[in-house]
């Protein structure tokens, strides 16, 4: 898919069907994802997978705290997302920023580049930031800082929605004709 596509047809799905993910392509998503960038190429990121009935229920659970996110039902799949306590850096950075300053940045561009390439295999995803990451780190024994959860699976509609976006000259500041 043409990249310029691929970014207007990405969207927030709500709607997904009950057709299943395979773990393999869920693999094959995230292997793409590894390529995002990251401050002097820590990669920050650590994912948790799920992708049977019942493991998606228990994470479902974690998602849905006080009647949230009830689209959340029908996903097929989620990609948890962790951030890395300990990034090293190189000696010009470190000495100007903490190790863990740029973990949040790192993990939004990893999330991105795992949206597009969840689109560009035939998967669509909605990123969830109602996270209870005390839940999650129970209810799968694994401990860490849940940063963000993206649920993936197919549409239940293909056809996008029209999307509204701000025109340019609401967006650059020094935005000239």
Request: charged content about 25%; hydrophobic content about 40%.
């Amino acid at each position: 898919m043409q990249f310029d596509t691929l970014i207007k047809e990405r969207q927030s799905c709500r709607n997904f069907s009950d057709k299943f993910v395979s773990k393999d392509l869920l693999y094959k998503i995230i292997a793409s994802a590894t390529n995002a960038p990251s401050a002097c190429n820590s990669q920050p990121w650590r994912v948790f997978v799920t992708n049977t009935p019942e493991e998606n229920a228990k994470m479902k659970s974690c998602l849905q705290n006080g009647g949230k996110n009830k689209f959340l039902d029908k996903a097929q799949a989620f990609i948890a997302v962790f951030g890395t306590e300990i990034v090293k850096l190189n000696a010009g950075t470190e000495s100007k920023f903490d190790a863990t300053h740029f973990v949040e940045y790192d993990i939004g561009e990893f999330v991105a580049y795992l949206t597009l390439a969840a689109k560009d295999n035939g998967l669509d995803s909605c990123i969830i930031g109602w996270v209870n990451n005390d839940e999650i780190n129970a209810a799968f024994s694994v401990n860490g800082k849940c940063d963000i959860v993206v649920a993936l699976g197919y549409a239940e509609k293909d056809k996008p929605r029209e999307k509204s976006r701000k025109h340019l000259e609401e967006i650059i500041i020094n935005y000239e004709k």
